[in-house]
C-alpha cells in the first residue's frame, strides 16, 4: 500500500447531525489526481468534502483515523 495514511493525516471536524464523528484528510492521501483518489476513498466510506478552508478534501465517518487506516490496509493490500 502507498498510501500517506497515519493518524496525522486527519483533521477531526464537527460532528454530523447524528453525533457521530468525522474525519477530514486530503486527496493526497490516496492518489495523485483527486478522481482516482475518490474512487479509493469511496471504497472504504468517504466522500467529498466541501469546504472552502479545506479544499481537496475527504471526509469519513468514523471514531478515530486508525479505524481508516485499518480498513485501507485490508481493502488495499
Not at 474525519?23 to 482516482?36: A, G, I, K, P, R
Request: charged residues 25%.
Amino acid at each position: 500500500m502507498n498510501f500517506l495514511l497515519d493518524d496525522s493525516s486527519f483533521t477531526k471536524i464537527k460532528h454530523d447531525i447524528n453525533g457521530n464523528p468525522r474525519w477530514v484528510c486530503h486527496f493526497l492521501c490516496f492518489d495523485f489526481t483527486y478522481d482516482n483518489a475518490l474512487v479509493k476513498a469511496r471504497k472504504l466510506g468517504g466522500r467529498k468534502y466541501h469546504n472552502k478552508s479545506y479544499g481537496g478534501g475527504i471526509v469519513f465517518q468514523a471514531y478515530s483515523p486508525s479505524e481508516i487506516r485499518e480498513a485501507a490496509e485490508r481493502i488495499f493490500k
